[in-house]
């Protein structure tokens, strides 16, 4: 006889989770070696490099940091940003987003020393890197002046997955019908937490508030690995 | 297109899940998914129908279940669902809340179906399982 036995499995397992502890893990092992994490992310344009390349050139040799910087392909990222900073290109090959894998990858290719910040710049997206934990201690979402300032509301996950908001290219306010408050008001309905900061890399406006950020967040992870110690 | 890198591995995990059972003979995976993941329901289940055509799943079918954004206020402590993603509570409108449910793809459960040994049904009669089918509710 043809005795066909069905029964249900339950599982119940969130199928990402252990992409989730890998990232919670390399999170905790940068911790220790007191590097802090940054995931850049924004649309394309927005200003990651530029960012990155005035970071660098304010803190010149008084703080060690390096870069990954994704794209989908070229490696004119990294040529940009090699006369100041230790970077790695991470070249996708297509997809539209990074994965810790990658970063991984890169970061076992840099020179091996404890660098003070590990700066990931994501491929230009506003949609997957929001889905891709890469590690990171900080998120930090860029919107530019040139684009709408109702972003935020069109890619809620991003701007709730970041701790930071950064509009940059405010050298251009006068001449974009660009509102800040409406940008920030917008991303804070999302995202209660966020720091809100304001740049320009063409006339260096915000960047040393930036980089005090920065060391802030880096006080804060060291503070918050002796806790656990 | 992240829904496919997603599939590929709920894919491999209803595998494991469903052994010593052969992969051929899951018949369907539940699965549900929130809103905060940021994929598609309409493009997993793409992904998914081209993807399992390669594998030992392909005539195993997808039940992809929606999931509420719910969150707890970490103030007034009330439970509520996130709409239009306003993310504040309901209640007391304070912007200190905790997301418990709708950002991830959980994969619930797997109906298998076996040819049926004595062995099988022994153990079977001895453990917790279902032969009525696809839906619990």
């Given amino acids: ?229 | 297109m992240h829904e496919f890198s997603l599939v590929q591995l709920l894919i491999a995990q209803a595998v494991r899940a469903a052994a010593p059972a052969k992969p051929e003979s899951i018949r369907m995976i539940h699965v549900a998914l929130g809103p905060l993941t940021g994929v598609e329901p309409v493009l997993v289940q793409q992904a998914f129908e081209s993807l399992k055509a390669s594998t030992a799943l392909n005539t195993c079918e997808l039940e992809i279940l929606e999931q509420p954004l719910t969150a707890v206020c970490l103030e007034c402590g009330a439970d509520f669902e996130i709409n239009n993603f306003v993310f504040r509570c309901a209640n007391c409108n304070c912007d200190r809340i905790q997301i418990t449910q709708g950002d991830e793809l959980r994969l619930v459960s797997l109906q298998v179906e076996e040819q049926a040994t004595t062995q099988m049904l022994a153990a079977c009669s001895s453990t917790t399982t279902s032969n009525k089918g696809t839906q619990d509710e």
């Fill in chain 1, 1 to 229: 006889m043809n005795n066909i036995h069905s029964r249900v499995v339950q599982i119940d397992r969130d199928i990402t989770s252990e992409r989730k502890q890998a990232a919670a893990e390399f999170r905790k092992t940068l911790a220790c070696r007191g590097t802090l994490v940054v995931n850049l992310v924004s649309s394309p344009g927005a200003g990651k490099t530029s960012l990155l390349e005035a970071t660098a050139k304010f803190w010149g040799k008084h703080r060690r940091m390096a870069v990954l910087v994704g794209d989908i392909a070229t490696e004119r990222d990294a040529q940009r940003l090699a006369p100041f900073t230790p970077v790695r290109q991470l070249t996708t090959g297509g997809a539209c987003h990074l994965e810790l894998e990658l970063v991984k990858q890169g970061l076992a290719s840099l020179p091996a020393e404890n660098f003070q910040f590990l700066f990931i710049e994501n491929i230009g997206n506003l949609v997957c890197p929001a889905s891709h934990d890469l590690g990171e201690h900080r998120r930090v979402v860029l919107v530019s002046t040139t684009e709408g300032d109702d972003k935020p509301g069109k890619y809620p996950k991003m701007f709730r997955t970041s701790q930071a908001l950064l509009v940059t290219k405010i050298d251009l306010l006068p001449y974009v019908p660009f509102s800040v408050d409406a940008v920030i008001n917008d991303a804070l309905r999302i995202q209660g937490q966020l720091d809100v900061l304001q740049v320009s890399t063409l006339d260096g406006r915000g960047i040393e508030a930036w980089c005090h950020w920065l060391d802030a967040q880096r006080e804060q992870l060291i503070e918050s690995v002796g806790r656990e110690q």
